[in-house]
């Protein structure tokens, strides 16, 4: 069987299957604020294992899956460490555009997307699927713009899958999108 990963190319198993050991694949890490800056994370087969044991473990129900994807994301963001070399700190800092290793929320969502597509694309998500980010806010409306990545359970309901306000290696926020898009006002006592 022919294997396709994101930046890998193509490449087949030795037996022909598609096993997980057989797969090796690079995610483009975005950092310094709006994917000014690319890294390339090699994700092999003891990550593949890894995300595969992570994923099991939320196989009975979608809210166990989702706790599992919590999981997945906070193992992924330690691996992208281990290539950056920078612990990104929560939320973005006011100044930090550019500076490497530092994260906003589109590089958090498209670094979190982009792990959730791998997940997907080696059939570990049972209960959801990957869709396109999702945005919220734009100054005139009072709220600041934030960006997060998205699930949709098989029921149809959306979960935002926000890892920007936690601590680098940490489990981010999965809460419905609905939610999700009703926070960043900035005169409100509503969480942020």
Not at 5 to 12: E, I, L, P
Not at 16 to 29: F, L, N, P, Y
Not at 99 to 116: F, H, K, P, W
Request: with cysteine.
């Amino acid at each position: 069987m022919l294997l396709c990963g994101f930046s890998a190319g193509c490449m087949s198993g030795p037996d022909g299957g598609s096993e997980h050991d057989t797969v090796a694949r690079q995610i483009e890490i975005c950092h310094g604020y709006s994917c000014k800056y690319t890294s390339k994370l090699p994700l092999g087969s003891a990550d593949a294992h890894r995300f595969a044991a992570i994923l099991a473990s939320g196989q009975k129900s979608p809210p166990a899956e989702r706790a599992a994807i919590g999981r997945a994301v906070s193992y992924f963001e330690d691996r992208t460490f281990d290539v950056i070399g920078i612990r990104d700190s929560p939320k973005s800092k006011f100044g930090a555009f550019g500076v490497r290793g530092q994260m906003d929320c589109i590089d958090e969502s498209t670094n979190t997307r982009a792990l959730l597509l791998y997940l997907e694309d080696l059939n570990l998500l049972r209960h959801h699927t990957v869709t396109r980010n999702s945005s919220r806010g734009m100054l005139i409306d009072g709220r600041y713009f934030h960006n997060t990545a998205v699930v949709r359970e098989s029921s149809g309901v959306k979960w935002a899958v926000d890892s920007w306000y936690a601590p680098m290696g940490s489990n981010p926020d999965i809460l419905l999108l609905s939610d999700w898009m009703a926070r960043g006002f900035w005169f409100r006592s509503s969480p942020p």
